[in-house]
């Protein structure tokens, strides 16, 4: 499975950004997916997750009531949309498979998969 994250730039804080994450090798179908990014310095953490099926998500403190985590399966992609953006979401933003599950996982080792990671910018 190769997972390709794209979308991310440069956005001013209070703007917006649609990170896409297209998988090929395989369908997203029954597959969970997440999205996590990394800051300088700091440690990968966890955004946001998608069940399967797209009924179930689950984000991060950090994320909710401005990012959201959707996917079309027919298009074996899923998205981040993130709106009202603020200089401390400036990270690499990236997508990460989980074989056949429904759930909506957090951590790290519960993923399969990994795309290589779109970098985002928020200017102040």
């Known amino acids: 499975v190769q997972l390709q994250a794209s979308g991310g730039g440069l956005v001013q804080a209070g703007g917006s950004l649609r990170l896409s994450c297209a998988a090929s090798?395989?369908?997203?179908?029954?597959?969970?997916m997440g999205w996590f990014r990394q800051a300088p310095g700091k440690e990968r953490e966890f955004v946001a997750a998608?069940?399967?099926?797209?009924?179930?998500?689950y984000y991060a403190d950090s994320a909710k009531g401005r990012f959201t985590i959707s996917r079309d399966n027919a298009k074996n992609t899923v998205y981040l949309q993130m709106n009202l953006l603020k200089p401390e979401d400036t990270a690499v933003y990236y997508c990460?498979?989980?074989?056949?599950?429904?759930?909506?996982?957090?951590?790290?080792?519960?993923?399969?998969?990994w795309g290589q990671g779109t970098q985002v910018t928020v200017s102040s």
């Open positions: 998608i069940s399967w099926s797209g009924v179930n998500t």
């Open positions: 090798g395989r369908s997203l179908s029954r597959n969970a």
């Open positions: 990460a498979l989980r074989l056949g599950s429904e759930s909506v996982p957090s951590e790290q080792y519960d993923y399969d998969y």
